[in-house]
């Protein structure tokens, strides 16, 4: 079950957005020959990924932003760039193109590091824009609750879109990062849960200045917790309807 795209257009090119959408596709790219090597490409990411216990021996700071923009796979890029396109370009919209890159690069900080303070000892590197973009989705969800949001889902051959309020997808997303946290071993490897809900809770807390210069609670009660604007519509399908004469 996964986010395709909101209800909740913007009003102006979404730049940073794409801007950070295309360097972690080029730099994807940059070492995808590296993948045919596992050995060279597990040396790749120990320079560059956030290794917790390297920074608990003083190495390797640079980790906490470069992993920001590394992937372990096509799957773990594409589906961190379909949150952020979804999510990102209304934060964008809201804060401003500077703001925005401040905003989508201190959460991805915050995630590193409550990724690092959830196991200090790790070997295991942690690559991708997963916590930065858990950001995005934390503001979206501060000024945004009741924006709809088209989920699909699948089971074995059932393909269904469901529309729903972005609070109960957020939620629903943010709850499973908690509880597969708790469970998780960091030392296996796998997803970094602890830096998607350190990014997701940074996100909302660097958003409540600019939800409170809107009115806080007044804000929500304005808006109903909708956008402030129309929502956009969809038609079911685009596959024309042929009558017969």
Excluded: C
């Amino acid at each position: 079950m996964f986010p395709i795209r909101d209800h909740n257009p913007s009003t102006r090119t979404p730049y940073v957005t794409y801007g950070l959408m295309a360097i972690n596709i080029l730099v994807f790219i940059s070492y995808w020959s590296l993948f045919s090597n596992p050995p060279r490409l597990q040396g790749f990411f120990f320079d560059w990924a956030l290794i917790p216990a390297a920074v608990s021996e003083g190495q390797r700071y640079h980790g906490f932003l470069t992993s920001m923009f590394l992937h372990g796979g096509l799957m773990h890029l594409g589906g961190n760039m379909l949150f952020l396109y979804i999510f990102g370009d209304n934060l964008e919209d809201e804060l401003g193109h500077t703001r925005f890159l401040g905003f989508y690069l201190a959460s991805g900080l915050a995630a590193g590091y409550a990724q690092y303070i959830s196991d200090p000892g790790s070997l295991a590197p942690m690559v991708g824009a997963s916590g930065a973009i858990a950001g995005v989705m934390g503001g979206y969800l501060l000024m945004f609750p009741k924006a709809r949001v088209d989920v699909l889902f699948i089971f074995i051959i059932i393909f269904r879109v469901f529309p729903m309020p972005a609070w109960i997808m957020l939620g629903l997303w943010f709850g499973l990062q908690i509880f597969s946290g708790i469970g998780a071993s960091s030392e296996t490897g796998g997803v970094a849960y602890w830096a998607h809900a350190g990014g997701f809770a940074a996100g909302i807390l660097l958003m409540v200045p600019l939800w409170r210069a809107r009115g806080g609670t007044a804000f929500w009660n304005r808006t109903h917790g909708h956008p402030p604007h129309p929502e956009a519509t969809y038609r079911r399908s685009s596959i024309p309807t042929v009558r017969r004469r």
